[in-house]
């Protein structure tokens, strides 16, 4: 910082050509000597910022049409837009259906439908609005997204109402739908990176058999039952008016209702309009109980403030390692090569875990210091800390809502969930406002509940089940003496 200001300094001030210094206009040394760089310099012109519209309104904007489909907008400066359909479907809805449905139905997406011949019709057409889509599918959201030119609005939405309930499902491309599955577990099985299976695996043990604890990965011995019939008895029970919405960010509210009403209100989808009879509306069930919602904002608190990740902080070592699996686990075990703290969040339930991960010589002892970090999580709670991880919340949520497609995923999946959104200075509001009363009761009622444990790798060491739940309920965190390491 120092170097900067001298260089700033020396940049504005400079020598003349007999050694004097040269004083330029609206400079702050000489001319005016007294003004602090937190005020205007005497003479500037007050700048003009751009808006859109010349006054554009922070809200986010809902409407509801006759069907039941939701039209949500945020409006933002800039020429393009990105706009999609999320619908409230996944894996936690297949209890009745195969398993992996909705995973297939990811690489089908943006597939031929009744007006395209191809995908590649659809990339031609969504290319003359410099157009890019994509689909992603979750445990409890499907959502078909594009972004492109403003002035392409109304070819998206169309484009949108067609991939969404006109696809032709044709023998090819769920052939070649079946191949990409094939390759994605296949890839999965072998990356080095534990993350995508240890978090199918904690979700399974943590919700067994039902919503959120069933399989998101399409079970290889279910690719050859994937027929037209089975994905559009399933698309006809969830892809309904009712449970979807249609979100854009840097459109006009009004313009996207008019598409909407346009190509979504009262279309006929390709499986038929009969009424959905079997919809699956299961609450989820924590084997050991269930995170109330209005502790949401508490947890991602708590989350923040544990932190943790690699060995080796990215900015080298000693930079950044504030939080608690930095300060207490990465700092003082250097033969453990990561911990990382995780909030998993969904409509009516969610799930706070750490992954580590270290040599199998030393999983006892890994397994007893994560399980002294949940026990110290329902204890005091330093001040500087707190205000420390609310800071990094609040700072991490105003930057990653600078790209447009994090802002469009953000209505559509909060008015999804709610038929609302609450906005970023309402979310930094609700972050200030948690103390460390909060942090502590949270924390302590997680405590109470049976806990979910998930291993990968070599597992000789790894302590039995009833031991990593009696050392969670205990004061100190520790494993019973036959698994203690050192005593």
Not at 40 to 63: D, I, N, R, S, Y
Not at 90 to 108: D, N, P, V
Not at 148 to 165: F, I, N, Q, W
Not at 203 to 209: C, L, N, T, W
């Amino acid at each position: 910082m120092a170097a900067v200001v001298l260089a700033a300094t020396r940049l504005l001030r400079g020598s003349g050509p007999w050694g004097r210094p040269r004083l330029r206009r609206f400079s702050s040394g000489g001319a005016h000597p007294g003004v602090p760089l937190s005020s205007p310099l005497p003479g500037v012109p007050t700048p003009v910022f751009a808006t859109v519209g010349g006054q554009e309104e922070f809200e986010t904007k809902v409407t509801t049409l006759d069907n039941g489909l939701r039209v949500a907008s945020q409006n933002k400066f800039g020429q393009f837009c990105t706009v999609g359909i999320l619908i409230n479907s996944g894996s936690r809805y297949e209890a009745k259906h195969l398993s992996g449905i909705s995973h297939f139905l990811e690489k089908l997406a943006f597939s031929s439908t009744a007006r395209f011949g191809s995908k590649d019709e659809i990339l031609l057409a969504l290319e003359r609005h410099g157009g890019i889509c994509d689909c992603q599918t979750s445990r409890d959201t499907t959502m078909y997204a594009v972004s492109a030119d403003s002035k392409g609005l109304d070819t998206v939405v169309g484009l949108l109402a067609d991939v969404v309930l006109q696809p032709r499902l044709t023998g090819e491309e769920l052939e070649r739908a079946r191949r990409a599955v094939q390759f994605e577990l296949e890839d999965l099985s072998m990356r080095p990176d534990p993350e995508p299976l240890l978090t199918e695996m904690i979700h399974e043990a943590a919700y067994r058999e039902n919503t959120v604890g069933l399989h998101r990965f399409c079970p290889p011995e279910n690719l050859a039952k994937m027929s037209r019939e089975v994905l559009h008895a399933y698309l006809r029970t969830y892809y309904t008016p009712d449970r979807m919405v249609l979100a854009g960010v840097g459109v006009d509210h009004e313009q996207l209702a008019d598409c909407a009403r346009r190509y979504l209100l009262g279309a006929q989808p390709a499986w038929g309009a009969a009424e959905a009879v079997d919809v699956d509306r299961s609450v989820a069930q924590y084997t050991g109980g269930i995170v109330q919602e209005e502790d949401f904002i508490p947890l991602a608190v708590l989350n923040t403030m544990m932190g943790g990740g690699g060995s080796f902080s990215a900015g080298g070592p000693g930079k950044g390692m504030f939080s608690r699996l930095y300060l207490n686990v990465l700092n003082r075990h250097h033969w453990m090569y990561n911990a990382t703290s995780y909030h998993h969040s969904y409509e009516d339930t969610g799930l706070l875990c750490i992954h580590a991960s270290a040599d199998p010589r030393q999983v006892r002892e890994m397994v007893e210091i994560l399980t002294k970090e949940f026990v110290l999580m329902g204890g005091s709670v330093d001040v500087v800390e707190l205000e420390r991880a609310k800071t990094q919340l609040m700072s991490m949520l105003m930057m990653n809502l600078e790209s447009r497609p994090v802002i469009f995923e953000d209505v559509g999946r909060q008015v999804l969930a709610t038929h609302s959104r609450k906005l970023p200075h309402e979310l930094c509001a609700l972050i200030r406002g948690v103390k460390p009363e909060d942090i502590q009761r949270v924390a302590s009622q997680m405590l109470r509940g049976k806990p979910a444990v998930a291993a990968l790798g070599d597992l000789a060491r790894l302590p039995p089940y009833e031991d990593i739940q009696a050392a969670l309920s205990s004061r100190d965190g520790r494993l019973p003496r036959t698994y203690r390491l050192f005593r």
